[in-house]
């Protein structure tokens, strides 16, 4: 669990992503390893999401060393146990579950539980979870977390919704404290005219820049 911490504060920034279409999930996991993104959040909400994270981690193996392959989205143990047996290589939570840190934390698997409010933030502490994710983001802004990171000193918080590809957006969320930043929908938001994914590796590319890695 400390290596995958360890591998996620290097290089602090999660695309967060789904797509039915397993071919364009290859391409847009490909381009942002191409532009220097080594932690990837696939998210469990579709039909093809085992399917698909099955696949892509067996390519991973081939194509991507050094990338870590989580899965997001996961609301119950069964689910968490079923990805585990996968090959997932962390969990990621929209809420915090005891029964879920069971079957990771305990078993020594890196999950970063969803947290609103200082209460979940403390319950995640006391199962033993060294990163939360703050969501929604968007909400809670910069200044929530400025007001809570006192109270909670060796507790580590990666804000997901409300972080934009900017380097304001990054130098915000950082300059409050957080560890790690997820990016979703706004990450993959193709610009006009583009062909291909080479603007995604490119925005990677500046995304990692910003982090200072």
Avoid at 144 to 149: A, E, G, I, R, W
Wanted: proline letters at 7%; glycine letters at 10%.
């Amino acid at each position: 669990m400390k290596n995958t911490l360890d591998h996620i504060l290097k290089y602090p920034v999660l695309p967060v992503y789904y797509n039915d279409d397993i071919h364009t999930c290859m391409e847009v996991v490909n381009a942002c390893y191409r532009g220097g993104i080594r932690v990837f959040e696939f998210v469990d909400r579709g039909d093809q999401a085992p399917e698909n994270f099955s696949r892509l981690l067996a390519h991973q193996q081939a194509h991507w060393p050094g990338l870590l392959l989580g899965i997001g989205t996961i609301k119950t143990a069964a689910d968490a146990t079923a990805y585990l047996e996968m090959g997932a290589q962390f969990i990621v939570s929209p809420v915090v579950k005891p029964e879920i840190a069971e079957v990771t934390l305990e078993q020594g698997i890196l999950w970063v539980p969803g947290c609103m409010t200082p209460t979940e933030i403390s319950m995640a502490e006391d199962l033993g979870a060294p990163l939360v994710k703050l969501f929604p983001g968007d909400l809670l802004g910069a200044g929530f977390l400025k007001s809570v990171k006192p109270l909670f000193p060796t507790m580590r918080f990666m804000p997901t919704g409300g972080v934009n590809p900017t380097e304001e957006s990054i130098a915000g969320w950082f300059g409050a404290g957080v560890s790690a930043v997820g990016l979703g929908s706004k990450l993959f938001a193709k610009p006009e005219g583009a062909a291909g994914f080479d603007w995604l590796a490119d925005r990677s590319r500046e995304l990692m820049g910003w982090v200072n890695v």
